[in-house]
């Protein structure tokens, strides 16, 4: 299992995961309304540090991370 984290403005629980990359974590979350609007625009971490493809391998134990866009200064 992995843990995905909800960062910032999202407001959810972390929860566990049993993936094998972000594409599985992509379909796993396609139905959930509320994350529609995130996923779109979100940055994603894996161990913190960001990644840039779905094809990204999971492994038990990883953290996933979902950033939001934030602005301030």
């Known amino acids: 299992m992995a843990r995905l984290e909800f960062l910032g403005p999202i407001n ?3 929860m566990d995961v049993d993936i094998s990359n972000l594409k599985e974590l992509k379909t796993l979350l396609k ?5 529609q609007e ?3 625009n979100s940055a ?7 990644v840039s493809t779905l094809d990204t ?4 134990g990883d953290k996933i991370s979902l950033l939001p866009p ?3 200064g």
């Open 57 to 60: 391998p999971i492994k038990e």
């Open 12 to 14: 959810r629980k972390a």
């Open 44 to 50: 994603v971490a894996v161990n913190d540090t960001l």
């Open 38 to 40: 995130w996923l779109g």
């Open 70 to 72: 934030v602005c301030g």
């Open 31 to 35: 139905d959930d309304k509320e994350l």
